[in-house]
């Protein structure tokens, strides 16, 4: 009889077990939230056309290891200028992805901007007064400065050594002007890119290449019989190019950078991007004015 009980007894809580199962139904899933669109520039802005073409078109450089390259093995444009664009299209569209990219050498640089080939210009592009005259630029999202790539071994230690040697540099760039002020008896020569520049000194067409170290740093990282020597003898602050009147873009450009040294985003790209390879000890985000900055910029 008391195993008949205890039978019936499981036989109930059993049943009535199975009929709050039934009563509560199936475990409500909540909602997925949905992401709020970013917020609608001014109509005949730059950035609602950018809105609403539904892409952010930018012009970097295709051959700058560490800034600007598009990898033979991958086919993949990598480096710390192709980072921050994809960060501008992810603030503008919520999509890192939403961005096309195209090859603009120093000297296409301002034209691209003027000729709305491209948005936005993040192209190792060093501010001068010079060039504000013709476009805008964000704030400093790089501090760069000139210098010297040499084979191992040359005799050119430094620029005091540069007289009467050939010099490659490039088009168009702030490199090119430096160096004749500051080497005027040094024989410069020419070529649309840097690659070009470099191909030239292994080939013993030059005997140097001069512009940023970061960029020559890029190469020395590719080719171990290459050396930076001499220094930084200029400061070279990067800037993002915008075409002049469009105010809601360098705003929102501006914005980006900030929050990106703020975060520590910025050095989280650095160390992605560049890391050990440069051989350079890892700088701080530059902070300030670029007039500013180069007050203290080497004479």
Known sequence: MKRLLTFFSWVILLSLALGLVAG???????PTPTKAAPTKAPEGTLLRKIQDRGKLILGVKYDVPLFGYLNPQTNQLEGFDVALGKEIAKKIFGDETKVEFKQAVSKDRIPFLQQDVVDLIISTMTITEAREKEIDFSEVYYLAGQSLLVPKGSPIKSIA??????VASVKGSTSEKNIREKAPKANV???????????????????????????????ASQNKDLTLVGGLF???????????GNKELVDLVNGVIRDLKASGRWKEIYT??????????????PIGDWREIMKSAPK
């Open 234 to 244: 200029t400061y070279e602050p990067y800037g993002i190019g915008i075409k002049k």
């Open 24 to 30: 509560c139904g199936p475990t409500p899933v909540p």
């Open 272 to 285: 992605k991007e560049i890391g050990d390879k440069a051989g350079i000890p890892a700088p701080v985000p």
């Open 189 to 219: 020569i020419l070529f649309d890119s840097y690659s070009e520049c470099v191909t030239a000194m292994v080939g013993k067409r030059a005997e140097a290449v001069t512009t940023d170290d970061i960029i020559l740093a890029g190469f």
């Open 161 to 166: 050594d540069l007289e009467g040697r050939t």
